[in-house]
């Protein structure tokens, strides 16, 4: 796990500014040479259940409420704004049918986050979450990945 190798105040207005010691050995490591495409498939990868959020994002609440109530507690990771047009170009480049306007991919941005992953597939928002469950696909996927178990199929 990385460890906080000093703080200092920031100047512009409040705030503190962490540094962190490098470490490789947590999942959720910053390797700031690392883009925000590669760390983004690097976490899907490596997460069996994984949602990408927006701060304070009532959605993901909700997401994480019912993953929780299910019995599973997934990783949450809080993406800044061109973090999120980062996400958007990792979906879209698992696409076959990006395309290179700019109107598309500022909806393709926005429409990203939150957005969770179900053993390294995109499962959508908390719509598709929803949608998921109700239809009695979730906790089989979810046992299907590792995280449930106890659940007939």
């Given amino acids: 796990m990385q460890g906080i190798r000093g703080f200092r105040t920031l100047t512009d207005g409040g ?6 010691t490098p470490s490789t050995a947590s999942p959720l490591a910053i390797d700031v040479a690392e883009s925000a495409e590669v760390r983004i498939q690097r976490l ?20 994480k409420r019912l993953l929780s109530t299910i ?3 997934p990783t949450v990771i809080e993406l800044d704004d061109e973090e999120i047009g980062a996400l958007a170009a990792a979906e879209s480049s698992d696409s076959s049918a990006a395309s290179s306007s700019s109107s598309s991919s500022a ?14 597939r995109r499962v ?5 979450l929803v949608a998921l469950h109700l239809s009695g696909h979730l906790v089989p996927r979810l046992v299907e990945v590792g995280v449930l178990s106890g659940y007939d199929n």
């Fill in 124 to 128: 959508g928002g908390l719509e598709s």
């Fill in 15 to 20: 705030g503190v500014r962490l540094e962190l």
């Fill in 44 to 63: 899907i990868s490596e997460n069996p259940v994984i949602i990408f959020s927006r701060a304070a994002c009532c959605m993901c609440h909700v997401m």
């Fill in 107 to 120: 909806a393709a941005a926005a429409a990203a986050a939150p957005a969770v992953f179900i053993g390294g």
């Fill in 71 to 73: 019995g599973v507690h």
